[in-house]
């Protein structure tokens, strides 16, 4: 795989690829059939996130947090585009201004609602993924570290 600088005739400052092993999938009770449900009504459910029994012990106290930041691998995005149109504009902008899946690198992060731990499986509101979603990662939310200031540039008063 060449990266962007490469194909431009610039030296990669990066050489060294990288490993991203899933630590659990995103499950639903509808199983695929909610990959056919809009963004905003998987986001208002309940998923689980099966985490493999080799990471299970990295939960510990995870429970403790009401909310979680997820990080998934967008398994079924395939190439990207710098320039996208998002489904709540008609302009298109740079593709890192964006949600878009459409990614160099098809890395997807929400911040959930952590309702329930059983065991190695956490169930949560608030995520909008599909069916067999590879997790690769799980941090606790904390909300000291928000930024009340930010703005939501271009995306203001349209989602």
């Not at 403790?64 to 710098?82: D, N």
Request: aromatic share 10%.
């Amino acid at each position: 795989m060449s990266t962007a600088s490469e194909q431009e005739g610039g030296e990669n400052p990066c050489p060294q690829k990288f490993v991203v092993r899933p630590i659990g999938f995103v499950r639903w009770e509808e199983g695929a059939q909610a990959d056919e449900l809009r963004a905003e009504q998987r986001r208002e459910r309940t998923a689980r996130l099966e985490v493999l029994p080799e990471y299970e012990g990295g939960l510990r106290d995870i429970e403790a947090f009401s909310h979680l930041q997820v990080f998934c691998w967008l398994h079924r995005s395939s190439g990207f585009s710098l320039l996208v149109t998002p489904p709540i504009d008609t302009v298109e902008h740079g593709v890192f201004a964006t949600c878009s899946p459409a990614r160099p690198n098809s890395i997807g992060y929400w911040v959930v609602e952590l309702v329930e731990r059983r065991g190695r499986v956490l169930m949560v509101r608030g995520i909008d993924a599909f069916e067999g979603t590879p997790v690769i990662d799980l941090k606790p939310y904390f909300p000291s570290l928000a930024r009340p200031e930010a703005t939501e540039g271009w995306a203001e008063g349209k989602g």
